[in-house]
Structure formats: C-alpha cells, structure tokens
C-alpha cells in the first residue's frame, strides 16, 4: 500500500537518519520532509531520493494543515534540541520557546491529521528526572516526574497525544548516542566520551563514574520509528525505547578499549542523583530487534573524529583493507577522504603516458583495477622539492594532494578507475580542476621505462614500499669531463620488502655505465689499505689456510687492495675478478692476478674454481643480478670453502642517518635478517657475523655450503638487535624517510649561515656520497671548488651540481672554510691538511639543527 508520509524535523540528528532509511523504499511511497532549516546539500539529497523538501515552521498552523490533513503517517521529529540540562543553565526565554514549539507546534500536527493517520512521537526518559531515588526498571505507565522545561514540554505532549483521540505513538527515548552526518551532538554522554578520546584527552568520571544511563543507539532509534509505521496492528501506545543501562564508566572503559592512549580520572564528590534507566520489555514484546551496540558506535565515532587517520602524506599508495576471501574470490576495500560524485574509467595501453599535470583543489584518487603503472610527483608549491617516482600495481588506490604535479607511465595494459569530486576536465584545461604541467617527457619516459625495478631482487615480491626519494640523480662516480658535459638522471630511491626486509633502488642502472671504468681505487686509502691487511691476517689464522695450497678469490677486486695483503704474507694462489677495465689491468701490472670482467655464469668457464675462500668487499650491494652472483660465487666455492661478504650495514645507514650511502652503484642495502632470508634460498648457510668500521659501518658474513654448519652465537645476538630496533617494521623506514627530509631543510639553512661569513666555502673530497649529498641538498654554487687526493679525479665536475675538482695546490691561503665532503675521513683529513685552512668543517654537523 502506498503510504503518505510527513517526517517533521527531518534535517535533525533522528530525522536524518530515518531519512536514509526511507530512502530505500521512498520509490514507493510519497514522502514529505518538513524542516524550518534548510541546508542544501541535504536538501538536494533529498530530491535526489525521491522526497519533497518544504521549509517551513510547525507554529504556522496553515502549513501543517495543508500537508498533514491527507498523510497516513507523521514522524514527529521537530522541537527545540538545544535544551538546558541543569536548572542553572535554564532561561526564561529559552524555556518559554522549547514549550511553544513542543505543544503549540504538536497540537498543530494533531489538528491537521485525520483519524486514520498515524502520529509517531519521540518523548524522553527525562520525564522521570525528579526521581530521587535509584530505580532501574520503570515501566511505560509509572507515573512521570518532569523538573527542567524540557522533560515538562514532552510530558506534556504525552498527554495531549494520549487525549487527542488520535492513532498515537510514544517512544520514550533512552540518550541516544552515535555517529551522525548532522552533528556530533555532543552534549550526549557517550558522543562527548568518544570526541574527547578521538583526541587522546581524558575523561572525567565525578562521584566516581557510578551514575547510570539508560542509552540507545541512534541508528536503532531511527529503526524503530520505521517498525512503529510499518506495524499497523500497533496502535495507541507507549514504549520506552532503551537499549543498554551503563554507567558513566562503563561507557568510559568502552572508550579506553577502542583508544587505549586515554585517561580515565575519577572524583569522589557526591552527585545528588545516580540516575534511572527504563525498561524496555514491553517493546522487545512487540518484535522489534536492536542490531546495533555501544561498542560498535564508540569505535566508529573514535574513529571518524580522530585526527590519527589524516594521512599528511603528499601522496600514498594503499591496498585494499577488511579482506572477505572465499571460495568464489576476493573483496577489498577502499575507504575514501571525500564524497565522489564521479567516476572515470580509464583504459591505458602499455608504454604510453597520461596526465602531466596537477589539480589545484581536488584530491587525484585512482583506483587500479588491472595493470601497473609508475607514478611520477613532485609537489609545486616547493619549488626545491625533489620528484619522486611510487609503483601502483592491480587492486591498489594511489591518493595524490592538491598542488602535486603528477605522471603516470604504464607499464602494462592498465584499466583503472578515476574517482572524482567535482568534474573531470581532459579536454580543455579548466581553471580549478586540471591545470597542465609537463614535467615528465618521451625520454624521461623511455628510461623509467628501460630501468625500473618492480620485483624485489631477493624474493621477488612485486609490492615494495617506499622509504625515500632523494629525487633523480646523476651516476655518482661518473664525473663530468666537461663542466656542459650531459648526464643521465636517474630517480635515486629506496624500496623496501615487508615479505624478506631487503631494501633496493626503484631504478637499476647497466652496470656497464658504472663499473667499465672506475676512478676509485681502493689503494689510495690508507684505512682501505690497512683493514685489508688486518682481514687477510685474521681470515688466515681463523680459516686455517694454506699459504702453498689455499686458493682465493676476491670478487670486485678493484686495484686488488685485498688480495695484495695475501701476497705479502706469502699465498701464491690468488685470483681477482673486477669489471672496471683500468683497475684490472692496474692489478695485472702490479703482479696480482685478476680477470677482467663481471662474475656472471658466461664468465665461470674462463675462471678456475674450488677457491677455499671467496671475498667480496663493498661488491654485495653493487649488484643487479644478485642470485647469478650468489649461484657463481657458490660454484666456484670448494666443498669446505667459505665466502666472506663484506657490505655496508643497513642498521648504520638507518640509525646515523647517512643517506648518502645511497647512489645507484648500490642497489642493494643489507641487514643480517635480509641476508639470511636471501641465502636461506640456496644450498648454503651464513654461520657467523661481525661488525667492521669501514665505509661508516659494515657488516662480514660467514657462509658455507654447508646447510647442518654449526651457527655461531654472534648471529642470534645481531638478529634480536635488529629486530629490538625495528628491521622487519615499515614504520622505521618511513621515519628514517622523513628524518632524512628534516636534514635537508637544516642544511640549506646552515650553509646559509656559513655563507653569510663572506669566505670561499671549498669541498675536500669528491667521494661518491658527496655526489649524493650534493645533489640532494641542492647546494652547488654555494661551494666554489672540490679539492682531493685522488688525482685520476682532477680536472672534472661532480655530476649534478657541476662543482669543479682541483688539486690541493690550488687553495691559495688559509683565509677559506675548508667543508669535508669525505666525511668519514674527517680527523684524519684535519690532521693532515691544516695548512689548506683555519676553519675545517664537516659536513654532517650541517645536518644538525644546532650548528655552532
Ligand atoms: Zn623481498
């Protein structure tokens, strides 16, 4: 049958969630919503569901006339809702509205409405605010005792509802609580608990929280009203409409549930009443279900209001969360920032290229649902900001700020789905929706395209995340000839596995535009040089070799500063493998034996194997294809053998913060757990580990072939280290990501401090992480040369920021700041330079927001 429908008050806190639940069947019905306010959103809501809108004010006696005299049904939601609580807040006005609107508004309704008609009336369990003394059952008929003008108003209706001769209904409600579009309704106790622990604040329970409450969830509520007009064999009768009784803290202990960071505080002072609640048996009797509980409703408005959800990020990728698997497939969900009003399907074919541009107000959301993409960004509104290249792969959500430029490339056949507020602008640029940007060109394009690293190189995990973008970057060690010289930039980031915590590039550059020719030789080094010497001594005592016998091989020889320590202890078999054409042959000529070229399966024929001890120094971290590494390193091993890595430690990276042992020669960034998870894939084990001091913190790994080898202490020891610190957590990353930002900012603030003393600033030492450095900072005409000790380096720029390298002859007086770019080195070279300058700084202390 169809119904006539009239909800008075339908834009309030009950009326607009009865609202939307007559909006599943307002096809059906004809459905009037009166209200004397009007707020268009909600209005237009309406309409859109099939309802009519009149604003206008039940105190006019010909509206309500005109609309009530022909309905079936009347929700009777108006009335004055901001009402005093206590005597002390009451006004005279305030009073002599809420009863003019309770009973003249009411009595307008009951005029109007015909006999049939069906009066749905919500009243309070405040009618019985005077009850002094604890009562937990009161029933529908028990006589009332209304103090403040608010429970004597809705007595008051009661009664002229109950005389009025017409189909009534009177639902005395309970403090309705929960979630709503309208407001937060705050003055309702588990609403104002739940606000104030979104906030992490603390809940005050005076006379120690025992006063009870008789409390009701919204939604119910609105549940109820639709039972009452849909059970046409209810007529003319009252019911208490509670849910559950609690006390003050009860309700506070649901919230420190959902919020553990809150604070519960009780006072002991009296209150002069500990409350009353209703009971409410004689509406469960009718039928009617409650489906909704407090704990759910204080977790959604903790939810919903706290601030912890806000993601600052510029832009985030997440995948699909509340996962519902069975045997027909998956769901996902995506919970969105704003409402959408549409939505763009968007077919890419693979290797093309969209967007180029930036939304000034909207948020860009993209939702993935076949192919891959990587994303290119760079937030505009910082001129400096780096660009900085994400990933997004098939059942992801990637979420772009305003005011951010973005790219996207395609990596495969792509379908996803544009969700949008407002509109979607492609074909003629609009003012606030699209403003183009181009920022990413066919070229760029073609080498994300060439060099980009999907998989994780160890375990092959195809979800990797981000832990830093030090934006695109040239080779480090590929210095300019020429200061116009060009060079490639390539993004410099670190991707991070949460399945076997290896962290790697997003880029893997050929290795042959690395390592063909290397102007950095080990031997120049003294601490190079003697930690060889120390290492060769150690690795034969421990290892027991044979000076006439034992066979080694160090991979990434470089001049051969490792193997030459053997030579002189009088080991006669020893073989060096390095790429770099200049050093192998600087080797062979110093008498230590090399083969030229990369250890890869095509070389292993050329190279004699059963080596009792493999080396690889500072070359673990320098590889692309890792497992051919691993499978060649392993074959050329004997039986007995061991393979000894040396590789800088991610720990020391992450905890000293030195981001600039990040360039693309290392696409790989070791911790002892990922290690282990990369060689448990292999017939072999690692048995024993150590920390070395080389290259800022190392790490040296002992391997056999020999999975039932006995593991040493050391291993355990380092692995619980790791894992107290956070290795396996992406947490860490992501703050050692931002930590990294922070340094930036206080660098460029710093070296214009330094600036500002009117001295030439001169760089010692062009090692690849000043490249790095450099690079990232931005700083290049702020230091007016690079000195070093490296001849091979004179004569050329670093990449980038094209800062020319001299030799030290060239600083004429002392009168210089004198910025140690080789960090590590610091003492060492203030100690040996103090003729160059008075002032040595070094160049970590501008990392730091307090430099002297
Ligand atoms: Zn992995």
Redesign the pocket.
Known sequence: MKKKIIITGGLGYIGTELCKLYSGVSWHHDIKVIDNRFISERVNQLRNWNMEFIQGDILNKDLVKKYCSDADVVHHLAGVTKVPRTKTEASKEQDEKIKEVGVKGTQNVLDAINKKCKIIFPSTHVVYEGINEVRTDIKEDDVTKPVLSYSSSKALNEDQLKKSGKNYIILRLGSVYGYSTDSMRIDIMPNLFSKIASQNGTLKLFAGGRQIKSLVPLIDVARCFKFMEEKNEITSEIFNLTKDTLSVKEVAQVCKKHNPQITLKETNDEVPNLGFSLSNKKLLNTGFEFLYNLDQNIKEMIEKWSKQTIKNDLEYVKDGENLFKDERGTISNHELTEPINLIGLIDSKKGTIRANHYHPQQEQKCLFTKGQIIEIFQDIINPNSPKITQVVNAGQLSVIKPNVAHTMVFTKDTTFLNLVRGERDHENYGITHTIKHVFVDEKEKNLLLENYKFD??????FN?KRVVSLGYQPLANNLLNKKEEKCELYPLEVNY??????CQLSVSVNPKKMFSTYLYTSSTSKIFREHFVEAAKKHSKELKLNKKKSYIIDIGSNDGVALKPFLDLGFKKVLGIEPAKNLAKLANKNKIKTFNGFLEKKNLKKIKKNADLILASNVFAHSDKLKEMAECMLSLLSKKGTIIIEVQYLMNTLKDLTFDNIYHEHYNYWSLT?LI?FFNQFDAKIYKSERVDTHGGSIRVYIKKDKKVKIDASVKKMLQEEDSFGIKKYETYKKFGEKVYEMRKNVLLNIKKLKSQNKKIIGFGAPAKATTALNFFGIKDEIDFVVEDNKLKHKKFIPGVKIPIKSKSEIKNKDNILLVLAWNFYESIKENNSNLSNKFVNIKNLETNNLK
Not at 456 to 461: A, D, H
Request: proline share 0%.
């Open positions: 994780c190189r160890s375990c092959g995990n990797l596995c949460d399945k076997c915590h290896n990922s998870n």
